[in-house]
Nanobody, 119 residues
């Protein structure tokens, strides 16, 4: 059983930056960030394999967001730069195994942290 707790959300103007954090209760084989905007499906944002550091990104965030991890502290991060109003959503941390890349089938989920980007 993996417990996840996100932090770091907030309100920012377009073009600004935020860094999200996710604290895991135990080491996770793989982790990912998802988001859900009002009225939309949950969307995979970025994923990482803990052992190799291999990453995946949604096309909508490539070049703007960076996923990283601190394995010593069971922590996951999402650095978000050049934020746009369409990035406004609740952001969730997820963990496996099993690992599903950017598909929202992970067994373990955090409660989410809200990111609001104003124009």
């Amino acid at each position: 059983q993996v417990q996840l707790q996100e932090s770091g959300g907030g309100s920012v103007q377009a073009g600004g930056s935020l860094r999200l954090s996710c604290a895991a209760s135990v080491p996770a084989y793989c982790m990912a960030w998802f988001r859900r905007a009002p009225g939309k499906e949950r969307e995979g944002v970025a994923a990482i394999m803990s052992a190799t550091g291999s990453t995946q990104y949604a096309d909508s965030v490539k070049g703007r967001f960076t996923i990283s991890q601190d394995n010593a502290n069971n922590a996951l991060y999402l650095q978000m730069n050049s934020l746009k109003p369409e990035d406004t959503a609740m952001y969730y941390c997820a963990a496996g195994p099993p690992c599903y890349g950017l598909t929202a089938k992970y067994n373990y989920w955090g409660q989410g942290t809200q990111v609001t980007v104003s124009s």
